[in-house]
């Protein structure tokens, strides 16, 4: 983007939109990227139509199968409650997956309207970011486990607890992109053309601000898959019987010696998770980011 | 293996109680080879909730203050009464008097000796604090009537008295006078037993130490139950806190601990077969029990209490809470023991009734609310059943809710109205001791389920006062009765449990306790 001096550039806002454009049009054909999204998107199928692909009722006990070993009947094996695996770990995916969907949710919101106010208003960054960097010094997990503790085990509760830690890390991201771009020559050809500060917002420096945006939120998709199975597996999570990655590999590490896929079926569901997104997140940096795109 | 006699007109006495006749075996008849020396880290589940023996009927604070703490009358290995710290018992012909000589020459672990003083203060103190503090509303008073000696007056004669008043469910163990003075849970940890307290860390661990200066019943010739001639081996002991039963497993297993309590069943299958374990197995363990607030809407409801009852199918809750080592026993007493009630609710008990559960919810006041039952995740369990308990409700069209706490959490909010409907808990020394802490839970002010019914108050008066077995066994009859009938109390199973230990630790027999004392570690 260039500018003569005195005149400004303001086609570069639409420039950058298009790049946008052409950097997810890049990104969907980036091997990562596909990678990444047939494995993510298997599971969010599994999850979406988990009430039709789980096999049994996830909460269904039999006293006649407890911890029975995988079989052609429970593919996944059986628990301490005779209950099938299988089905188990797909709802659980779908616990997971919509923990991380909220978190990325509220996190975005969130970050998006703390960063932009602080990067934009001068006067509010200071106070603002010291708050932020305080919930940023808290350590993320006992955090949670804090808050999850006071305000009770639940889905709704752990999305808060991990909305309020990952909020400061999402909010500073956007706020270094604004501070870059509300210097760029094209908003101060706004400004100078007289729009309004929430034109220049949202017009000019939100949608340049979206591709360092969309990497960190995908981080905080995975992130908050572990995390919200961390919760579970220390029994902050959802309470039982409602079946959560985290819950099924705490209710199998009693019994890890003498029937290992309790644990060991959740486990690697929640890696694949993560390795989906993991591998997307990194093929969107790749291409999102002008300076590794050439590389 | 008594040397002594030590109720003076036992045989009027065994006469009038019916107790039956001791059997003077001891837990560990005397052996050559002990090792004297080194030091025991037990694990078991949860924090105790507290120190201070009278406060709490917790099985984790029984299981290191039994070491700590001695009452005046324990119990021997079959459940019967024998003095402890009291030289002997002595009760008048007509029960309205017990005189106890207490043993002279004890010494806490601040070194002073015991007194009449002590025995006094210890005792008012446990009216007031006492756990179970029930087992003494028949003492109108306590005398002092001697340097070392005690005397109880009845307000009226309780044929049963001495067995309850020798329960270590919450133990009216016997502390030093100025430490009686104090609040509970406020008290210097101190008692006469062969282990003395060092530090409590919470969530970590309860470190003993052996107590130089114990002064052993020479009454006895060896250890019986919690009572007997007890002798310290070791040098001290850790309970360290382990919530989780494969973290437990993998420190018995790698030698960090060398016993651990609450071992799953199909671990302790597989370790049965390592010649460096003992796996140790109790069969008749615990009750399971499922409680009912009397006090909080939906369970203030008799109606909806009886739905609850007739829709609980007890084998699928037993085999997975229990992992398949339980009994299906409808009978608020162990099967043969003298109080059974025969069938007694049998009927209710063996399968559910949909039909009639649907029936009951139907006539109650019941509107969809919540049915929230407390659980702890320590005792693994109390949660299962809670879960499969909740299944098998919402069926009929409960809207069971598990509301899992920390157990210390947990024995909080039980004692209070609000924030729970239904409570899963495994019930022990209760059912082991016979037919007085059952009934006792089922009235006055102590009851677990927040309140309580005329029947049980008379009914338990007639337990403890009836004059013959026969007496006492139709009162008893008439609790379970109501029991199914009022269901302040539903009877889920009979539950085993599984303890394990190092091959080098010798001499030890699984009580309802771990006892420190003549166990030792062989090199």
Redesign the interface.
Request: glycine share 8%.
């Given at each position: 983007m260039t500018a003569e001096a005195g005149v400004p550039d303001i086609s570069a806002t639409r420039a950058w939109v298009a790049r946008l454009k052409l950097g997810l049009g890049t990104a969907a054909r980036h091997r990562s990227i596909q990678v990444g999204g047939v494995l993510f998107g298997f599971i969010v199928l599994l999850a979406i139509f988990a009430d039709l692909i789980a096999p049994f009722d996830p909460?269904?006990?039999n006293?006649?199968a407890?911890?029975s070993a995988p079989d052609a009947v429970n593919i996944f094996g059986t628990d301490?409650?005779?209950r099938d695996i299988l089905s188990r770990v797909i709802h659980g995916t779908r616990l997971s997956l919509l923990v991380g969907l909220l978190v990325v949710v509220a996190t975005g919101i969130l970050g998006v309207i703390v960063g932009t106010f602080t990067g934009y208003v001068r006067w509010l960054d200071g106070p603002v970011m010291r708050v932020m960097d305080g919930l940023m010094a808290f350590p993320g997990i006992l955090l949670a486990i804090a808050l999850a503790a006071v305000l009770g085990?639940s889905v709704s509760n752990a999305a808060l607890a991990l909305t309020i830690t990952f909020t400061p890390r999402t909010a500073r991201i956007v706020r270094g992109s604004v501070l870059v771009l509300r210097e760029m020559p094209y908003v101060e050809a706004a400004k100078a053309c007289g729009a309004s500060h929430a034109r220049i917002v949202l017009k000019h420096i939100l949608p340049n601000a979206l591709p360092p945006l969309i990497v960190q939120l995908t981080f905080v998709f995975s992130v908050s898959i572990l995390a919200e199975a961390v919760l579970s597996f220390m029994?902050v999570g959802p309470?039982?019987?409602t079946p959560s990655l985290g819950n099924i590999i705490a209710e199998g590490?009693?019994?890890?010696?003498?029937?290992p896929w309790v644990a060991l079926m959740p486990g690697i569901a929640i890696a694949m998770t993560v390795l989906g997104l993991n591998i997307i997140g990194d093929g969107l940096r790749d291409t999102l980011d002008p300076r590794l795109r050439n590389l | 293996m008594r040397k002594k006699k030590w109720i003076t007109n036992k045989a009027k006495l065994r006469k009038a109680l019916a107790i039956p006749a001791l059997v003077l075996g001891i837990a560990a008849s005397p052996v050559v080879g002990q090792v004297e020396g080194g030091e025991l880290v037990l694990a078991q589940s949860a924090n105790p909730p507290s120190l201070d023996a009278m406060t709490s009927s917790s099985e984790t604070a029984r299981n290191i203050n039994m070491n700590i703490y001695e009452p005046l009358v324990a119990i021997d290995e079959n459940v019967n009464p024998i003095p402890m710290l009291a030289k002997s018992i002595e009760p008048s012909e007509d029960l309205l008097t017990y005189v106890f000589p207490l043993r002279q020459g004890v010494l806490f672990h601040n070194g002073k000796e015991m007194t009449a003083e002590d025995v006094k203060a210890s005792l008012e103190r446990y009216r007031e604090v006492g756990a179970t503090r029930g087992m003494l509303d028949k003492v109108k008073e306590i005398e002092i009537t001697g340097d070392y000696e005690v005397t109880f007056h009845m307000s009226e004669a309780t044929p049963t008295f001495i067995e309850g008043f020798s329960s270590p469910r919450a133990p009216a163990v016997i502390i030093p006078a100025e430490e009686a003075a104090k609040p509970a849970n406020e008290i210097e940890i101190i008692g006469t037993g062969p282990f003395k307290f060092v530090e409590f860390v919470p969530d970590d661990h309860v470190t003993l130490e052996k107590f130089a200066d114990y002064v052993p019943n020479e009454d006895f010739d060896g250890p019986t139950g919690f009572g007997g001639k007890k002798t310290a081996y070791l040098d001290s002991a850790v309970y360290r806190i382990i919530p989780?039963?494969?973290a437990r497993?993998a420190a018995l297993e790698a030698g960090e601990v060398q016993w651990a309590d609450q071992i799953?069943v199909?671990?302790a299958?597989?370790m049965s077969a390592d010649e460096n374990l003992n796996v140790y197995e109790a069969r008749q363990w615990a009750f399971m029990t499922f409680i009912m607030n009397w006090n909080l809407p939906p369970t203030d409801d008799v109606n909806f209490r009886r739905a609850v009852l007739y829709a609980i199918e007890p084998?699928?809750v037993m085999?997975?809470a229990t992992?398949?080592f339980y009994d299906l026993n409808h009978g608020w007493q162990y099967p043969g023991r003298t109080y059974n009630a025969g069938d007694i609710g049998k009927e209710i008990y063996e399968s559910a009734h949909i039909d009639k559960a649907k029936e009951f919810l139907a006539m109650s006041d019941y509107d969809g609310e919540e049915f929230l039952i407390l659980t702890d995740?320590n005792y693994?369990e109390h949660?299962?059943a809670?879960?499969?308990l909740?299944?098998q409700l919402k069926p009929i069209g409960i809207n069971a809710?598990?509301?899992?706490l920390d157990w210390a959490t947990v024995l909080k909010i039980r004692l209070t109205d609000e924030g729970w409907n239904g409570w899963t808990l495994m019930q022990g020394l209760e059912p082991f001791l016979g037919p007085y802490g059952i009934a006792a839970k089922m009235r006055g002010d102590q009851t677990h389920m927040r309140g309580t019914a005329d029947v049980f108050e008379e009914s338990y008066n007639r337990l403890i006062t009836g004059k013959t077995v026969e007496d006492r066994q139709k009162a008893f009859a008439e609790i379970q009765t109501a029991i199914y009938d009022l269901v302040p109390q539903i009877k889920i199973g009979d539950v085993g449990r599984m303890q394990a230990g190092s091959a080098r630790l010798k001499g030890f027999k699984p009580f309802r306790a771990p006892r420190l004392n003549d166990i030792w570690l062989e090199d």
């Open positions: 909460n269904k006990n006293f006649r407890l911890l301490a409650f005779g085990p029994g309470p039982p019987p590490r009693s019994y890890i010696q003498e029937a | 989780e039963a494969g497993i799953p199909p671990a299958k597989r084998e699928e085999a997975i992992e398949g995740p693994a949660s299962r809670a879960v499969v909740a299944e809710v598990v509301k899992q």
